[in-house]
């Protein structure tokens, strides 16, 4: 039975006050969510503790955005796993295409950082996925069966979490069609060891399309982008149908 694994992308959003104030719109909508959801919220390196205080005791798991592949060094601006363990986070996402667009992340960066992740017993969020123009030219297939033999050398796979993140489909409204989704998941899972890996889709993910994404048998969750910012709507995602 694979894990189903919903997850918050905050990016650059929300102070302290501000994720304060999104736990009292949210927690109670929480009564409604099935026990077998996995509710992951990846808030601002600022905001973990704080809410880690909060969230003490609840059925929240809290996940960063990004891990160094060190333990600790000269890496100004840089977190490393064990100041994220100690702060009780449990996940984080390593190779968002932000981070690959605009901070030059490569394939061999994140395997370093997932690596790193798992050493302290963190859980991955591994992001792969494909341009439009990548994706226009017929290249979904080799780019994300590339991005996965280079992410994933001598990473634990009993202790991770792929999201499948077209990049086109990010930010813009414009969601990959979920049967397309169920399939390019599908030839994920086909290049992965272990069976019951959980495997999300993501690239707005709203209240309105939720049911649809994951009526599909290959999709595991959702890592969801700027509909986790509010509480009504990532509640609505969290319980959906
Ligand atoms: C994301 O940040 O990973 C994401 C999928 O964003 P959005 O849901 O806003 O498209």
Redesign the pocket.
């Known amino acids: 039975m694979r894990k189903i694994v919903i997850a918050g992308?905050w990016?650059m959003y929300k102070t302290q006050k501000e994720s304060s104030e999104f736990l009292q719109g949210f927690m109670p909508q929480l009564e409604k969510t099935p026990a077998n959801r996995e509710v992951v919220l990846c808030v601002p390196f600022t905001d973990l503790s704080v809410m880690s205080t909060s969230l003490h005791g609840s059925r929240i798991q809290l996940g960063a955005q990004n891990v160094h592949w060190e333990d600790n060094g000269a890496y100004t601006g840089e977190i490393s796993g064990g100041m994220l363990t100690e702060l009780g986070i449990r996940y984080v996402?390593i190779g968002?295409?932000?981070r690959r667009q605009y901070f030059g992340e490569t394939d061999e960066t994140v395997n370093q950082r997932l690596k790193a992740a798992q050493r302290h017993g963190l859980i991955p969020i591994l992001?792969v996925g494909e341009t439009k123009q990548q994706r226009d030219k017929g290249e979904t297939e080799s780019i994300i069966s590339n991005q996965l033999a280079k992410d994933l050398v001598e990473v634990d796979e009993q202790n991770l979490v792929i999201?499948y993140?077209p990049i086109w489909?990010?930010?813009?409204g414009d969601t990959c069609e979920s049967t397309e989704a169920n399939r390019v998941i599908g030839l994920i899972r086909s290049q992965l060891k272990v069976a019951d890996v959980p495997i999300q889709y993501?690239?707005?993910?709203k209240s309105n399309n939720i049911d649809e994404i994951m009526a599909q048998p290959e999709i595991d969750g959702a890592?969801?982008?700027?509909?986790?910012l509010e509480a009504d709507s990532f509640g609505r995602i969290v319980n959906y149908h």
């Open positions: 992308n990016k996402i968002h295409s932000e992001c999201a993140e489909a990010i930010g813009t993501g690239g707005s993910v890592l969801v982008g700027g509909a986790s």
